[in-house]
């Protein structure tokens, strides 16, 4: 008996492309190039997430 395989394809986050999840290192991006702009937009703080300004705490405050 033969079995049928299906093969998953995800669209990527960034650009759309539809791609392979299976063998592929930068999953759920299509390629390195969209892995890295994302990453880079995160660097960047283009993602937020909404909420209250919260002031980092000064060193030895915490007590």
Do not use: H, Q
């Amino acid at each position: 008996m033969v079995e049928k395989v299906k093969i998953l394809k995800v669209r990527c986050p960034r650009c759309g492309t539809r791609g392979g999840w299976e063998g592929n290192p930068n999953r759920p991006f299509c390629s390195e190039k969209c892995r890295l702009i994302d990453l880079g937009r995160w660097a960047e703080e283009d993602y937020r997430i909404p909420g209250e300004r919260v002031e980092p705490e000064e060193p030895g405050s915490g007590e």
